[in-house]
C-alpha cells in the first residue's frame, strides 16, 4: 500500500479491500474529525461487501471486525461515504472533514477485547499521521442525533479516554437546566435537532445508563465539556 493511511509495518493484519464508493475531499480540507460507528449487519464481512457495493452508495475509511481482523475500504487521504447530513459545530460536510470506523456490532452487547484493541492502534495512528483533536472524536450519534445511536451505549468511550484516545467529563460546578441547548451547542450538537435527541445522544456518549428528563448531572458534563473542549476553536470552520 503506498497511499496516504496505514502500511504494512504499521499494522501487518490490515486487509486493502479497496471501495468505489468515496472520492476527493471537497475544498482541499484535511481530516479533523475521527467518526466511529457500528455496522448493525450480521457480520463484518456482510458489512465490508455493502460498503463496497456501488449501488449502496455508503462506505468508510476502516472496518473492524469482532475478532480484531481490520480492512481498509479507502484511503484515508480520500472523502468516504459514511456520515450523510450529519453536522457537529459549524460542520456541514463531515464526510469531507472527518476518517470513518465501522465495528461490527449490532448494538446490543459489549465490543470484545480484540476488537477495542485494534481500533485503539488504529485511532493512534489517525490521530498522529492528520492531528486530530481529542475532542473531535465522536459517534455517529453526536452527529446525527436525530436518526442514529452508533456506536452505542455498549462502546467504552471512557476506556479510550484513559488511553489518550478522547475526552471524558471531569466533577465540577453545573449550570441552569435552562441552559441547556447553549451548552450544548457550545458541545457540537446542532441546533436543527430536538432537546430530546440531543440528550439523548449526549448520554450515549457520557452517561449511558441514565433515563428519564434532564437532571443536574446532565449539565454538569455537559458545562465540563463545554468549558474544556468547546468545538471549532482554532478549526477550519464549515
Known sequence: MTSQGLTHS???EVVWHPSPNCGRRRDGVRPDILLIHFTNMSSAEAAVARL????AQVSCHYVIGEDG????LVDEAQRAWHAGQGIWGAVRDINSRSIGIE?????NHPFPEPQMHMLERLMHGIIARWHIPLERIIGHSDIAPDRKDDPGPHFDWRRLALRGLGIWPEAGPTAELTAF???AGQVGYGAEFTDADVLAAMRLRWRPWARGPLEVADMAVLADIAAR????RGGQGA
Do not use: K, S, T, Y
Request: aromatic share 8%; glycine share 8%; net charge negative.
Open 52 to 55: 463496497c457495493d456501488p449501488a
Open 103 to 107: 465495528l461490527a456490532n449490532r448494538g
Open 229 to 232: 473542549f468547546g468545538v471549532d
Open 181 to 183: 441547548r447553549d451548552l
Open 69 to 72: 481482523r481490520l480492512w481498509q
Open 10 to 12: 504499521e499494522l501487518p
